[in-house]
């Protein structure tokens, strides 16, 4: 086995057209087989086309391979029971439904036990809101319904379409600490265009324009270089320390009234602080319990590698067997 | 008074049939946004179905007693298997081109009554049905005809069987989810086609049901009685919101008894003509029916 | 060729060592049009058989009728296809504005005692009027909501007809024509030319018509509309007035329909309000190709050919001495009809008009082939 853990999902020419009109014009991405690799471009340059290209939601030509095994000819749901779970852009929750209902159309029967238990400590309010109908939550509530239906099966990959869009700031550190958490056992797909957040939860990213894939790289090598993000992004630095600026004082406050059972986190507002804010905030999610293996997650270069291949390659090797 | 108790019942009676046609109708199109102008053939083939059963081709079945309810199954089954293939054959092929699909379901619905005609003729048969059901009974001083409430029976069975069906079960709970949002629900790794086989398998059985029985309130079969009631069952299911079913239910009320008080108290005809001018009073209210569902 | 092939077209020519006589070819084959509308309007005078398809010579009278019956229906689709294929309107209504050309023209005529010209123009103001109104109330509604509302206002007039209020309409009979109010050379049998020139003139005035329709700036909004409403709404457009644009221009083009079938068949009959009328009308489209420029033209006139012939052949004694299985469904033609329709949304998405692109995309390489493969609208 190499050092570098054979990507879990990978992309090659994927190409979406709708109504004659080309979307994407040929997308290549790997998602790594840990950790979270984040989709960022500007509005329009075929990031959530991606995800609904790789889940089979829009016809596509192309390649999906996950875990090596060719995708692209199967159904969405034949591809998601193979062990996807996906949170879209508009949260795909169904409002009519109440919020146990939700989540009971994410059990997959036959496919081993939902983790209930999971899912309702991360997110409590769930258990209380189980008989609400879920169109009447509100937006990060909603949110977190989508979120707990991707955790709630053994799934080998997360997809999430900019789960912190419209969610006010201390909802927004909310469920990037779930997804931080998530992304510690389940590789995570991540669209987002918070970069703050991209900064704190990526390991790896894929900047999409106009429908290609415009560079692939480590994101912190990405977010250090101003100069490459403003080009890539079309985002100014200060328009970035700015979106820092919030969720560092969000993630602070939240810190105290947060969830248990992520607790420690109360010095997560070192996340907003800049590069360091990247060992910081892992290292808080660390903090509940599995400290030793996230901890290093800081240093995106060395070590890193070995550490995280070893859990999603058993994974991969499972399931060639 | 007792003119009133009457049309009263054979309104309700008649909304019972909208509602047999109506509510796989409506859950056909939440579900697949599939328009069935097969649905009224769907109910023919029922009709058909049950009449030749109780004529005394089917062993077993007749037009009285057990014999009566043997037809009226069989004419059931018979118009739930054809709906099947009628998804599987027609449908589903064609779902990535919804507007062919509706256009598929109109070609049915033409090629099976002129079928049925073709077999049976074109003229109205007499239906055989059971003389405890060929009676009435006295309500406040109105002579009822029974069959109206076999109707209402049927309809608030129906009914009740959906509500239990899409609350308490899993492929219910699909329905439900898929009537909201159809690529979701395959996003979470169901496979959504499996239910609409289901919808078209209830809406074909409902369908073919109020053929059934639309047998003994008519008191004949004819091939081109589907496709009349289809047309009222269609502002049913605009009037009540597309896709819902307690909707349906309470348009196929309105709908039925409009028709009846208003073809009674003015002139024949008239009724039919008010329905459809409340639709589109309806329509310019609140251009979403009655539930606000999607229109 | 429309607008739309050309470019294709083209693109597929470039370069290649033929293009200069391929383009020889296509500028030639340009005028066929004109040299049909010839052809067509010298049938009356022609006495060539066409053996299968017609009984009898081509100018005879029951062929006439025939013919003028075809290009009135193929007039007919393709003002429906303004809807349909333009704007991407899925009416079910359409019946009714060509039995308002029919009904009202010939109640004028019989019990206002107007002349036939005063009637014809009041028919057409109705058809105008009443698809203005109709159509405003249903395009509050989008989508299958429409097509259901536009299905409830001509099953209401087609109820009312059917009571025959105060025997005006006839009732389940219909209404004959009164033969004294229309003009002499529009009566009889020896008039048949005139009113298959009449209908021959319709059909070239619906062609005109949506042609010039579908080119001007309204149709580009027709078609934007057709592909995606809310990108025309983001452009600061109301769909809606668009839409209604196009329902009053179709409803007026089958009044005028209507006018000339009342003169065609002699008479108001109560089959054209029916909704099984709008669905032949439906079915005739989609058979010839929706949204191209000849489609529901040959849609038309195939559809009113095969159903008279077929017609013929479910009463001929060659039938009669089938077996039952093959006898049964040829007795009903609307049986094959609609067994041929479905096949024809299966085996040849875009219709008819559809076909020499197909055939031609066979033969090229299999690159050519894959170019000319557009998505169904």
């Known amino acids: 086995m190499t050092p570098t853990a054979a990507p879990l999902l990978t992309v090659r020419d994927l190409r979406v057209v709708i109504g004659g009109k080309h979307i994407l014009h040929g997308v290549d991405l790997e998602v790594a087989a840990s950790g979270t690799t984040a989709v960022l471009g500007r509005n329009g340059a075929g990031k959530t086309t991606t995800v609904r290209g790789i889940l089979g939601l829009v016809p596509r030509t192309g390649s999906v391979l996950l875990a090596g095994e060719e995708t692209v000819r199967l159904a969405t749901h034949a591809l998601v029971r193979r062990g996807i779970g996906y949170a879209p852009e508009d949260r795909g929750v169904f409002a009519s439904l109440s919020v146990a209902e939700n989540l009971r159309l994410a059990e997959r029967p036959g496919a081993g036990e939902p983790a209930y238990d999971l899912v309702h400590t991360l997110f409590p309010e769930l258990r209380r809101r189980a008989r609400q109908a879920a169109g009447t939550l509100s937006g990060g509530q909603q949110q977190m319904v989508a979120i707990a239906r991707t955790l709630l099966n053994g799934n080998r990959l997360i997809i999430a379409d900019e789960p912190t869009k419209g969610l006010a700031p201390k909802v927004v550190t909310e469920v990037a600490q779930v997804l931080e958490r998530a992304a510690e056992a389940v590789p995570v797909l991540l669209v987002e265009q918070n970069l703050a957040l991209v900064r704190r939860l990526a390991r790896h990213c894929v900047v999409l324009a106009a429908g290609r894939t415009a560079h692939q790289g480590p994101a912190a090598d990405l977010l250090a270089d101003a100069e490459a993000a403003r080009r890539l992004l079309a985002v100014g630095s200060t328009g970035g320390t700015g979106s820092t600026g919030t969720g560092s004082t969000g993630t602070g406050s939240t810190g105290g009234t947060g969830p248990g059972a992520i607790g420690g986190t109360g010095d997560t507002g070192a996340g907003g602080t800049g590069s360091i804010g990247i060992a910081g905030g892992t290292g808080a999610i660390g903090g509940t319990g599995t400290a030793g293996r996230t901890g290093g997650a800081g240093s995106p270069t060395a070590g890193s590698p070995v550490r995280t291949a070893a859990r999603p390659a058993a994974r991969t090797t499972e399931a060639d067997a | ?295 | 060729m429309t607008t739309a092939t050309q470019p294709r077209g083209r693109s597929r020519t470039a370069g290649h060592p033929l293009d200069t006589r391929s383009r020889r070819l296509r500028r030639a084959t340009r005028w066929w049009p004109a040299l049909l509308l010839v052809a067509l309007f010298t049938v009356p005078y022609s006495a060539l058989p066409l053996p299968g398809l017609l009984d009898g010579p081509i100018g005879g009278p029951g062929n006439l009728q025939l013919l003028a019956l075809c290009l009135l229906f193929g007039g007919l689709a393709t003002g429906y296809d303004l809807l349909l294929g333009r704007t991407g309107l899925l009416s079910f209504g359409h019946a009714l504005y060509f039995a308002a050309g029919t009904y009202v023209t010939n109640t004028v005529m019989l019990e206002a005692g107007l002349p036939f010209a005063a009637s014809a123009l009041l028919g057409l103001l109705a058809g105008a009027a009443l698809s203005a109104l109709l159509g405003a109330v249903s395009l509050r509604v989008s989508g299958i909501g429409f097509s259901m509302v536009t299905l409830a206002f001509a099953q209401a007039a087609s109820i009312l007809v059917q009571r025959d209020p105060g025997g005006v309409t006839g009732g389940e009979e219909g209404r004959a024509a009164p033969a004294d109010r229309l003009p002499a050379a529009l009566v009889g049998i020896e008039h048949t030319a005139n009113l298959y020139w009449i209908a021959l003139a319709y059909l070239v005035v619906v062609l005109a018509v949506v042609h010039r329709a579908v080119r001007s700036p309204v149709g580009r909004v027709w078609e934007g509309i057709k592909e995606n409403e809310r990108r025309v709404e983001v452009l600061g457009l109301r769909p809606y007035g668009f839409k209604l644009l196009a329902f009053v221009l179709a409803g007026t083009l089958a009044a005028l329909g209507g006018l000339v079938y009342l003169l065609l068949t002699g008479g108001a009959t109560p089959q054209t309000t029916t909704s099984d009328f709008t669905l032949s009308l439906l079915v005739m489209v989609v058979l010839g190709g929706s949204g191209s420029r000849w489609g529901p033209t040959v849609g038309g006139v195939l559809y009113t050919w095969a159903d008279h012939r077929l017609t013929d052949l479910a009463g001929s004694d060659t039938v009669a001495g089938l077996p039952a299985v093959v006898r049964v469904p040829l007795s009903q033609p609307l049986f094959l009809l609609g067994a041929l329709f479905v096949a024809v949304i299966y085996l040849l998405p875009g219709g008819v008009a559809r076909l020499p692109a197909r055939l031609r995309a066979a033969r090229p390489s299999p690159a050519a082939a894959e170019r000319e493969e557009v998505p169904a609208p």
Do not use: C
């Open chain 2, 1 to 295: 008074m007792s003119t009133v108790v009457l049309l009263t019942f054979t309104g309700l009676g008649l909304g019972a049939l909208y509602f047999l046609v109506a509510s796989g109708l409506s859950l056909i199109f939440g579900l697949m946004d599939v328009l069935n102008f097969a649905h009224g053939a769907l109910l023919s083939v029922g009709a058909y179905g049950t009449w030749w059963a109780a004529s005394g081709h089917l062993p077993g079945a007749g037009s009285g007693g057990a014999g009566f309810v043997l037809a009226v199954v069989f004419g059931t089954a018979v118009g739930t298997v054809s709906a099947v293939v009628l998804e599987l054959a027609v449908i589903r092929p064609l779902y990535t081109r919804p507007r062919e699909q509706i256009l598929a379901t109109v070609g049915v619905g033409l090629a099976v009554p002129a079928l049925l005609s073709a077999i049976w003729g074109s003229d109205a048969r007499p239906f055989p049905g059971p003389k405890a059901l060929s009676g009435t009974f006295a309500v406040l001083g109105a002579e009822v005809p029974l069959n109206r409430t076999v109707l209402i029976g049927a309809a608030l069975a129906v009914l009740g069987a959906l509500k239990l069906f899409l609350s308490r079960t899993r492929h219910g709970l699909v329905v439900r989810a898929g009537v909201e949002d159809r690529a979701m629900v395959t996003a979470l790794g169901i496979d959504v086609r499996k239910a609409f086989t289901l919808v078209f398998a209830i809406g074909g059985a409902a369908a073919a049901l109020g053929g059934a029985l639309g047998g003994l309130y008519f008191g004949s079969v004819d091939p081109e009685q589907g496709t009349s009631l289809l047309i009222f069952a269609f502002v049913v299911v605009v009037t009540g919101g597309m896709g819902s079913l307690t909707g349906a239910a309470l348009a196929s009320v309105a709908v039925g008894l409009v028709q009846q008080f208003a073809n009674y108290y003015t002139t024949a005809g008239l009724g039919d003509l008010a329905v459809v001018v409340l639709l589109a009073a309806l329509l310019l209210v609140r251009p979403r029916g009655l539930t606000g569902r999607l229109a």
